[in-house]
């Protein structure tokens, strides 16, 4: 018997940006994984709440992670990654030949679907294991606010906040466009850095992006208190400062 594991990118938060095929592979799933946040508020977290306005909700299957940790390999988030994994084995073990993992973004990027897969794979190696693409933040932003992430010969990096403030400034200073993921509670610190490499004019800042709490703008034009207390899940564009149609080429 076939079994086939599928990491499933179902957007930034937006269901109208989920893939045709996305929601073809939702649809087709014996069972649909979604994860929620360990020890967090009820109800669907944005993945779930995405993947229900697209199939029934018989088939999904909510799996706790440590989400908001962010201390490295603690031992909370590798024993949610090892129940998780569990979970999934036991589902095929009772039958299920397709099973789906819905995450937001996409699924090889910054994805607790890579973790997942692993422990599945060392636990079941006989598993097959797919991903179907999903839009990302980054492009969700870049739309909504009317920016081009890279032109020419410009270099596009993207950039994790919990990889530190000081190797943002240096990124700042490296590349001609970056984008900052994961940066909510360090917004007032990434904004001082982005004034100090003087690319103000040419940032913008996104949260909660399709939703109806969304905020999406440039980083000038921020309110005290969005800057205060913006959302993990946050997203910073700075671009390159361009100069005439095809500058860059």
């Avoid at 699924?107 to 797919?130: D, G, H, K, W």
């Avoid at 969304?214 to 921020?222: F, N």
Wanted: charge should be negative; hydrophobic fraction near 45%.
């Amino acid at each position: 018997m076939m079994r086939l594991l599928t990491g499933v990118g179902v957007g930034p938060g937006d269901p109208d940006l989920v893939t045709v095929k996305a929601v073809r592979v939702l649809q087709a799933a014996d069972v649909v994984f979604v994860p929620i946040l360990a020890d967090g508020p009820e109800g669907p977290g944005r993945a779930e709440a995405t993947v229900r306005v697209h199939i029934d909700g018989d088939t999904i299957r909510a799996v706790p992670f440590a989400l908001s940790d962010r201390g490295g390999r603690t031992a909370e988030r590798l024993n949610a990654w090892d129940e998780a994994a569990r979970a999934v084995v036991a589902a095929f073990d009772d039958g299920a030949e397709r099973i789906a993992f819905a995450t937001i973004g996409d699924p090889n990027i910054y994805s607790t679907f890579s973790y997942l897969a692993q422990t599945v794979r060392t636990l079941m190696p006989s598993v097959s294991v797919e991903t179907v693409p999903g839009i990302t933040a980054m492009q969700d932003l870049a739309s909504r606010s009317g920016t081009v992430l890279a032109e020419g010969r410009e270099v596009l990096a993207l950039f994790p906040m919990t990889a530190g403030l000081e190797a943002y400034e240096r990124a700042l200073e490296a590349f001609d466009t970056v984008v900052a993921y994961k940066g909510g509670r360090f917004l007032p610190e990434m904004l001082d850095a982005v004034e100090k490499a003087g690319r103000g004019g040419e940032t913008v800042f996104g949260a909660a992006l399709g939703l109806p709490e969304e905020v999406v703008g440039p980083v000038e034009d921020l309110a005290p208190d969005t800057i205060g207390a913006a959302p993990y899940l946050s997203t910073v564009i700075t671009t390159a400062r361009r100069r005439g149609r095809g500058g860059a080429l």
